[in-house]
């Protein structure tokens, strides 16, 4: 079964079309699937993916923290071992 998609006219700056064809390009996706999934993720909603917002934002670029957190946490609060 086919959903129905109305069609919409949005205004953007020139520099915003530049990145959203580049986008489009660059995942092999057409302007009108990723100008949807985008007011997907912004309005919350049914259809696609949602994405986790805060996701990777304690990412500090390290692979051992789970190693060596006993020496990192003496570290922080300026434990002698």
Do not use: C
């Not at 700056?13 to 390009?25: I, K």
């Not at 919350?44 to 805060?54: D, E, I, P, W």
Request: glycine share 12%.
């Amino acid at each position: 079964m086919l959903a129905y998609m109305a069609r919409t006219t949005v205004k953007i700056s020139d520099q915003l079309d530049a990145r959203l064809r580049h986008e489009a390009a660059r995942r092999g996706m057409t302007i009108s699937e990723v100008t949807r999934e985008a007011i997907e993720a912004y309005l919350g909603g049914g259809g696609g993916k949602r994405r986790l917002l805060a996701a990777g934002a304690g990412h500090s670029g390290r692979s051992d923290i789970s190693e060596r957190i006993e020496e990192i946490l003496q570290h922080e609060l300026g434990v002698d071992s």
